[in-house]
């Protein structure tokens, strides 16, 4: 039998604010787009509705990427992780992931880090 959407979203565990860090990952390149929030409503509607919905710490207030942009996120799969605190969204992007309008919100700030040694054979 298969969990309903209660059991699913009761395995998550939201911080002390209620709310769980979502990444967002473009299901066919694995490509890492972009990290939002979500509290228990934003991960039923996007475990339900097919489309990716957030919530915003600043607005106070559910968004659902590209309502307003068009560059939506549509739901390919979703992944709770090991700990249960972050959740994996696949996603096929259409258009920009990043406000700033481009691909990824990850490549703007390279912190150069010292790179570990090669991995053992």
């Known amino acids: 039998m298969t969990e309903s959407i209660d059991e699913r979203i009761a395995r998550v565990s939201f911080n002390g604010d209620g709310l769980v860090a979502a990444i967002v990952q473009q299901w066919d390149t694995h490509?890492?787009?972009?990290?939002?929030?979500?509290d228990a409503e934003a991960l039923r509607r996007t475990l339900t509705e097919g489309r990716v919905t957030f919530w915003s710490r600043s607005r106070h207030e559910y968004w659902r990427k590209g309502d307003t942009s068009g560059n939506i996120q549509l739901v390919?799969?979703?992944?709770?992780?090991?700990?249960?605190?972050?959740?994996?969204?696949?996603?096929?992007?259409?258009?920009?992931?990043?406000?700033?309008?481009?691909?990824t919100c990850f490549d703007a700030d390279d912190l150069e880090p010292v790179r570990g040694p090669e991995a053992p054979a």
Not at 76 to 102: F, K, N, S
């Open 76 to 103: 390919r799969g979703a992944r709770l992780d090991c700990d249960g605190d972050a959740v994996l969204v696949m996603v096929e992007q259409v258009g920009p992931a990043c406000h700033t309008g481009t691909r």
């Open 31 to 38: 490509e890492v787009l972009m990290l939002g929030w979500m």
